[in-house]
């Protein structure tokens, strides 16, 4: 809580916000969001965006603008830089209290996801989400040297990432003018108390155009990390097998074997670069293997 409220403080010595730090979320991406309150009592979100100032003021005008004309997103009131770090100060939308992951649940964050279609149609200026997972001046073959030589399994997958996403007209599959969000896990969907979805929240990796449906399966891969527990919860399967139908129903084969593509080609690497552990690897090798075969 003290470097919290140090925050808190360097935010208010540079903008006389005078935010009161209320406590901290239990989720998040950038190790959580600081909960806090206006002056007048409003309560207000504090978050680390991953990026640099230009691009955080660019997040906080589509999304303002968004919610301007009823996207479920929230407003953000300040965008702060303090040194090397950039800080959201956002609205904190109501949600009911967490009751854990349901079919309900999954359905809700499927069906607020498609709210978000055409939502860029206007806004040529918000980046491509191929940006995302190819930022400029990166080279996706470093994969092979992550990969080490002995491994013809891991190989054989890189080898299979890389020729789905450097074909021909790959990319385009993943264009579109809909609002994308490139981590959306469970986590970052509220709900009321009906378990209807209220609002997309937690938006500091970017706002970014593409297809939509791009987003479901992060959210998939998301679920797999409690799918290969030694003793998965039974919620968690019928979570996982539920979204598999989802994306089934939703994208055609040919389109969605390129989405996994894509976002195996930003995890994998991630979890060889880490050195993460075996298991982690043996199944991300495994969820490519089932995603990319025909």
């Known amino acids: 809580m003290d470097g919290d409220s140090e925050l808190i403080r360097a935010i208010n010595r540079r903008t006389g916000a005078g935010l009161i730090v209320r406590g901290r979320a239990e989720h998040g991406k950038l190790g959580g969001a600081i909960y806090a309150e206006w002056p ?16 955080a003021r660019q997040v906080a005008e589509i999304l303002n603008l968004l919610q301007d004309r009823g996207y479920p997103v929230p407003r953000h009131e300040l965008v702060v830089e303090l040194g090397d770090q950039v800080v959201f100060v956002q609205q904190r939308l109501p949600q009911a209290a967490s009751t854990g992951l349901s079919l309900a649940r999954i359905r809700g964050i499927a069906a607020i996801n498609e709210r978000f279609a055409g939502a860029l149609a206007d806004l040529p200026d918000v980046p491509p989400v191929t940006r995302w997972f190819r930022p400029p001046g990166t080279d996706p073959y470093l994969i092979l040297d992550l990969v080490p030589q002995h491994d013809h399994r891991a190989r054989d997958v890189a080898e299979e990432i890389l020729r789905i996403t450097t074909a021909e007209a790959s990319e385009d599959r993943l ?5 994308v969000h490139v981590d959306l896990s469970a986590a970052n969907v509220l709900f009321d108390d009906q378990e209807r979805p209220t609002a997309v929240v937690d938006w500091n990796l970017g706002v970014y155009r593409g297809d939509r449906r791009l987003a479901l399966v992060q ?35 040919d389109q969605l074997r390129t989405f996994w593509a894509f976002w195996l080609l930003h995890q994998l ?25 025909h």
């Open 269 to 293: 690497p991630r979890a060889l670069r880490r050195g993460a552990a075996a298991p982690v690897i043996d199944w991300q090798l495994a969820l490519a293997e089932s995603r990319l075969s």
């Open 40 to 55: 007048d009592g409003r309560p207000a979100v504090v978050t680390l965006f991953d990026g640099e100032l230009p691009a």
């Open 175 to 179: 264009a579109g003018d809909d609002l």
């Open 219 to 253: 959210t998939r891969f998301d679920r797999e990390w409690f799918v290969r527990r030694a003793d998965p919860d039974q919620v968690e399967l019928a979570a996982a097998h539920l979204l598999d139908e989802i994306l089934t129903d939703l994208i055609p084969p």
